[in-house]
């Protein structure tokens, strides 16, 4: 393909200008290519792309859709926390909380799932042993391992790898561990899993911010964190412990993400914000954050979850796609930044 620069500028300035996750922190003109002559354009992110909702945002632009566009990505292998450990898992993203119940769990599958569907390769693991919840969530409960040329199996949910510490130890017996227990279960789900080749790990950290988590997080080769919280005074409290023990660990914070941030009427669809308004975007402020996402409380989004061995298909949301997208778009920038 051939390029002019003239052309890559203009364009270059229109799609830094959609309103796409993705685009937020603008577009490298080396990521674009393009052949004037057949009105070609070829544009190759660094990160897990949503194909559809970018054309869609394109096809707003009357410059930008008189192009025809191939869109793409090389997901690039980010520095981690361990540079001195192979990057065999990809891109490694810890989410978090500093209390139990805010959704972690939740906001894992979903985000794991969404890359995937994206194309990227993802990995699951779900190292909350205080209550893995990952096997129910993914309709595998009483799943058991198999071990294949001295690897764990993972399980498969379509594209997405998953694999929980609920499969290693019963939940009772996991409760009362210690920080060294808990770390070499750890150790063996991320070391010992046939992954294959990732782009992208998820992990499911215990919530809190105890020796545990603390433990755990120094062991992984983690390049971003996402701190999810709920609007509550007692969840940012908690919370903000947790984006604080990222930064005392120097594992780059890519955002908080806000759940079930309001309730919206089924019927007119006002929200309603339950437990106060704006706590979650103040946190990301006070840290220099962006906020990834305010997800709404949608009782059919909990029982999705709930019950999915009943369900062929987890349903996302456009929200929960964005926040998908801008995780990876922002850790992307944020590593660029640190380089
Ligand atoms: N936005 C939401 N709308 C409705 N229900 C939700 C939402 N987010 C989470 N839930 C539900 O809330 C419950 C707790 O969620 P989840 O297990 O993801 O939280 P957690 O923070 O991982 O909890 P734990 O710390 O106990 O593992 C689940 O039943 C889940 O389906």
Known sequence: MKS???????LVALLSDLAHPACEHGIHPDWLSLDSDTKEAKLTFPFAIDKPSLIAAMD????????????????????NSKPDLPMKTGNVIVVSSGKGGVGKSSVSVSL????????ARVGLLDADIYGPSIPTMLGKPEHKLEVKNDKLQPIKYEQLSANSIGYLVD????????????SRALQQLFNDTDWGLLDYLIVDMPPGTGDIQLTMAQQLPVTGAVVVTTPQNVALKDAEKGASMFERLEIPLIGVLENMSYFECGHCGTPTYLFGQGGGEQLARRHAVKTLGQWPLTPE?????DALQKQTTLELSAL??????RVVAELYHLKQQSV
């Open 112 to 119: 794991a799932l969404a890359l995937s569907r994206m194309g």
């Open 171 to 182: 939940d009772n017996d996991a409760t009362i561990w210690r920080g060294p227990m808990a």
């Open 4 to 10: 002019f620069s003239a052309k890559n500028e203009q």
């Open 60 to 79: 707003n632009d009357p410059d930008l859709s008189a192009w025809q566009w191939t869109i793409d990505c090389q997901i690039k292998r980010l520095a």
């Open 301 to 305: 989004f909990g029982a999705q979850l």
């Open 320 to 325: 929960q796609k964005q926040t998908a997208q």
